[in-house]
């Protein structure tokens, strides 16, 4: 089964600084899909980005980019530049290209101080 | 705009109780999950719907049964809630996995405590 790690439960940055969530996975699949959410202290999960296991370039979106690193199983956010909304708890997940079901990590409660 | 939308958004229960958090989603997804959300464990899947009266079971189904009559609408069930299952429930969709990383969208939770 799939087992997806955050091992960063809390992290801060300053306004307009950079900040780097990691997320690792485990995995014998070779094709699959990562992806970040954000849940808002509103509770409502959307959706940050997300990553094409076949595809070796970087996803951004705006402010957001990750580092892929399919040897390492690794997948970190960057964000850039933060502001106060980012401020939420970020969580990486994990679905395979096989599979209906989306595998999360524990989170990362991220917080932005002015 | 996608929407999915969970009844309630606050509960208090007794144990004992039968409870049910209805969920429905407007963008005729296949997909319905419900999945259990507690400090520093994340995101548990409970159960899965893939079409109409099918289910699966996900990581944690002990005490908990699910409905599904109608494709738009998910239904959990606990049959006696109990204090262990105080928490957030969040439910969500996603279309069937026909194309490559269909993302999944979320319902704003139901936060339940059991006394």
Partial sequence: AQTVTQSQPEMSVQEAETVTLSCTYDTSES?????????????QMILVIRQEAYKQQNATENRFSVNFQKAAKSFSLKISDSQLGDAAMYFCAYRSSYGQNFVFGPGTRLSVLP | DVKVTQSSRYLVKRTGE???????????????????????????????SYDVKMKEKGDIPEG??????????????????STNQTSMYLCASSEAHRSSGNTIYFGEGSWLTVV
């Fill in chain 1, 31 to 43: 094709d699959y899909y990562l992806f970040w959410y954000k849940q808002p202290p509103s509770r």
């Fill in chain 2, 18 to 48: 039968k409870v049910f958090l209805e969920c429905v989603q407007d963008m005729d997804h296949e997909n319905m999950f419900w999945y259990r959300q507690d400090p520093g464990l994340g995101l548990r899947l409970i159960y899965f």
């Fill in chain 2, 64 to 81: 908990y049964s699910v409905s599904r009559e109608k494709k738009e609408r998910f239904s959990l069930i606990l049959e006696s809630a």
